[in-house]
């Protein structure tokens, strides 16, 4: 293998590793996000599921029907003693506030820890599922880059390693092993105003994965659809940051996040919950992210 290939944490959890950077949410680290829980309110960051949408870039709408409803019981269909409705959801994993599972990206033929990207079929994903992830309970550090006195007043911005070292001095957070690292770019407020698409958003510029990691957290997530900013500003690579931080590094890639009512709060610092589906062999699974204030 070419010295290139070879990621940076590939090993540091083990050679059979699925996880990457998840596990540095120990015991210390949940404590730690239960203590920034202050007043016990609670947020979702979910962007809301619907059959009329939303649908971003390539991925279709979700779909939902119903299997049993009340039109059933009208047209003359009877139970012992009760009645009851059913219904089936059907979306694209990637298509609406979700997380990346470690086999989602790759360079060289190889993804996290070295796995092969071979071990992604048309069955799933072999090695570093969605499934081996597991609920996450941590300590949630929260930048607003897109508020009155942030950078990201458009798309055309890509949020450089600096000002994100800047915007943590400001609101004096000190990271610690384990957080959750939240970024709102505006991105998505632009996108429900009719103001962005899908060709252009802003988000972290690529310099920025080097410093995230050593700061050791375990999760990033923007309310954009790829967290770094796009498209990249690299010729030779689309997706530079999800190789270097993902691939490399194994820190774990959350994307869509609505962050418009937690902007509000002026909260910094608290509780982080999300839990994706244990979807055997998936490659992302939609979340529901929970703060607790």
Known sequence: MKQEQLGVNWGKWGEDD?????NRVTPLATKRGI???ISGEVLSLAVPLSSSGPAFGMRS????????DGGDYAAGHKEKGFGFADDVIML???????MDALSHIWAGGRMWNGYSSNT????????????KMGPIVTRGLFLDFAGPDGVSQSDDHSIS?????AEFARRELHAEEGDALLIRTGWLKRWREGEATVQKWAGLNPECAQW????????????NIAVEFGPSPLKCNAAPMHVELMRNRGVVFMELLDFEQLA???RSEFMFVVSPLPIVGGVGSPINPVVVL
């Open 18 to 22: 699925e996880r990457g950077a998840a």
């Open 35 to 37: 203590a920034a829980s």
């Open 61 to 68: 709408k979700p779909q939902h029907y119903m299997t049993r």
């Open 92 to 98: 694209p994993t990637h298509g609406t506030t979700h």
């Open 120 to 131: 992604v079929t048309s069955k799933g994903a072999k090695k570093c599922g969605i499934d």
């Open 161 to 165: 390693l600096d000002e994100l070292k």
């Open 212 to 223: 995230i990691d050593e700061q050791g957290f375990a999760l990033i997530g923007a309310d």
């Open 264 to 266: 509000t709060t002026g």
